[in-house]
């Protein structure tokens, strides 16, 4: 199974609420993640422990240009962007490099995959979900 690591913690909460469903990543990552691939979502360091978020189901893979990619892109990949400027500075400070608007990027979009989604009826009835 492949692992679709991110390194901040920051993103966590973002994944557990389904605000995060896409990854950018440098570079053409169309090798490593396919469409219906299964991969585990974790956070953590290189060389050190990961906090496993959840499984997924990889949706798409898309290999474009930085200046390509679109506002709804960037915010599946980060909720609080909208505009390239911004994933740019945010793909430097991940990278530690300089990015290009014409390097290629990766843009994988993924779901998360839980055990039984609850119904309508289940939620009305209190069954299957979180309880007040």
Not at 32 to 60: M, W
Not at 87 to 96: A, G, K, R, S, T
Not at 101 to 111: A, M, Q, Y
Request: glycine share 4%.
């Amino acid at each position: 199974m492949r692992v679709l690591n991110f390194y901040s913690a920051v993103f966590a909460d973002q994944l557990r609420n389904g605000r995060k469903t896409a990854t950018i990543r440098l570079g053409d990552k169309s090798h490593k993640y396919r469409k219906n691939d299964c991969v585990l979502v974790t956070i953590g360091y290189q060389y050190s422990p990961r906090e496993r978020i959840f499984h997924a189901v990889i949706d798409s893979v898309e290999v474009k240009r930085v200046k390509d990619l679109s506002p709804r892109d960037i915010e599946h990949d980060n909720p609080e962007f909208r505009r390239t400027e911004e994933m740019v500075h945010f793909l430097e400070q991940i990278y530690d490099r300089r990015v290009e608007l014409d390097d290629i990027v990766t843009v994988v979009r993924f779901s998360q995959i839980i055990d039984r989604p609850p119904t309508i009826r289940d939620r009305l009835h209190g069954i299957g979900g979180a309880q007040n």
